[in-house]
């Protein structure tokens, strides 16, 4: 038998990041929020839900070291 119950999802892997609230296992339609390490910049979206299938969606983003996060909010 399985330790938990089908609708579940593993703990969304970002590497130089992390999600919040860190919590395991994650049920379904829980929601998590993304945050980079200093230093770097997060590329893809900034929240992801648990979904059918143990499926983050959207799929965890990427952090980027040195990156600018937009153009437009670099002023002057």
């Known amino acids: 038998s399985l330790p938990f119950p089908a ?5 969304p892997r ?3 990041g992390k999600a919040s609230p860190p919590r395991y296992p994650y049920r379904t339609w829980d929601t998590v ?3 980079c390490n ?3 910049t997060l590329r893809g979206p ?3 839900t648990c979904g059918a299938g143990s499926r983050w969606d959207p799929p ?8 600018c996060p937009s153009r437009a909010s670099s002023a002057g």
């Open 7 to 11: 609708a579940w999802c593993p703990s």
């Open 14 to 16: 970002v590497r130089y």
């Open 33 to 35: 929020t993304f945050s």
């Open 38 to 40: 200093p230093g770097y």
């Open 46 to 48: 900034r929240s992801s």
């Open 60 to 67: 965890p983003p990427e952090c980027r070291k040195g990156e």
